[in-house]
């Protein structure tokens, strides 16, 4: 798709999962967070940073969750590749679950508004089909995994 790989623009994110003991009606147990624009934490990856430092940073940076609070699911990473402000764009996503789902969420000002939601409903707000199709996998991977928060 896009082959210039030198001008592609590149982010890390981390789709954050929090587990919760008892599943709501949808059936599963697992919920992202979700705002008007975007489901999860991103950004560009700055000089001498490597995908996964960036979605580390951006997370602490956009929702004040510290990777101390996260426990890295590092079996799953996906890359999308899109066009973003008229030039290519990659951003490699990684999972993370919440260690305490108590956790708190701090919004920088980048952002107005954060809600929890199950799987299905993070992906039909997240407004791009193929953000819905990766929270989708991502639920999926955590559920054939049998995740916990801290195994």
Partial sequence: MFTNVAARVRAGGLLVARL????????????????P????????????EDFLAAAVRETQE???????DLRLIESFNKDLFYEARGKPKQSRYFL??????????????EHSHFQWAACEEAAALCGFEDMGRLLKEADAYLQQQIISPTT
């Fill in 96 to 109: 993370a679950v919440l260690k305490n789902p108590q956790t708190p969420v701090m919004l920088s000002d």
């Fill in 62 to 68: 956009e929702a004040g969750i510290s990777p101390s």
């Fill in 20 to 35: 919760t003991q008892s599943p709501p009606a949808t059936g599963s147990s697992t919920s992202f967070p979700t705002a």
């Fill in 37 to 48: 624009v975007t489901a999860e934490c991103s950004g560009h990856v700055d000089e001498g």
